[in-house]
């Protein structure tokens, strides 16, 4: 059985309809990239996987049943800075651990495993304040693996970073989901990034919304950029994303 399936999912504000019958299915750690054009409906498309919009049809399923925040263990790295200024990068990873009410071995062990994977070590008392942005953004990705989430979505986490420090970030992404094997929804609007990242590709369209077409990624990471092959599936899915 696959571990997301998103069913008949469409969304209207009004007689505006942003989202029209999307069909996709997810395999357990599995890491998914969606582009689209600008203003297709990414973001609408990420609060109603979040659940922060209720669909107007259709639905996503996890393991077979409807999502439910109080069931099913969802997390979220949005773009802006979201650590919580008055903890420390160690309470901060601990905080949805805490939440959750896990046994304090487990919260210690998977706070010391992210810490770790993430080179935080000699960060973990600091404060938010004390850290460089691109640091502080590598601490609110390491609170959403913490949790071992049914599904981690992440809403272009690297969208203020410069191409240096994205590169470097998207590298520690993939280190974090090879290592917890957590199933991954990744939007951005950077083909390039998509491509580097995702073993599947959603290409979205324009409004209203369907899957435009959905592309296999099958290139080792770590990804060679100039790769004939990786260049040419860029240009590919670049074309796809069209107006027309």
Known sequence: MDKIQVKGLSKSFGELQVLKDLNFSIKKGEFVVVVG?????????????????????GDLYIDGEPADPKKHNLAFAFQEASAIPWLTVEENIKFGLKIKKLPKGIIKERTDNIIALLGLEKFRK????????????????????????????????????????????????????????TTVVFITHNVEEAVYLAEK?????????TIKEVVEIDLPHPRDFTDPKFVQTREYITNQIKWW
């Open 37 to 57: 054009p600008t203003g297709c409906g990414k973001t609408t498309f990420l609060n109603l996987l979040t659940r922060i919009y209720t669909p107007t049809s």
């Open 126 to 181: 600091q404060y938010p304040r004390e850290l460089s942005v691109s640091c502080e953004q590598r601490v609110v990705i390491g609170r959403a693996f913490a949790l071992h989430p049914d599904l981690l979505l992440m809403d272009e986490p690297y969208g203020q970073m410069d191409i240096k420090m994205r590169y470097y970030l998207e590298d520690e992404v993939l280190k974090i989901w090879k290592e917890l094997g």
């Open 201 to 209: 590709v959603l290409i979205l369209s324009n409004k209203p919304t």
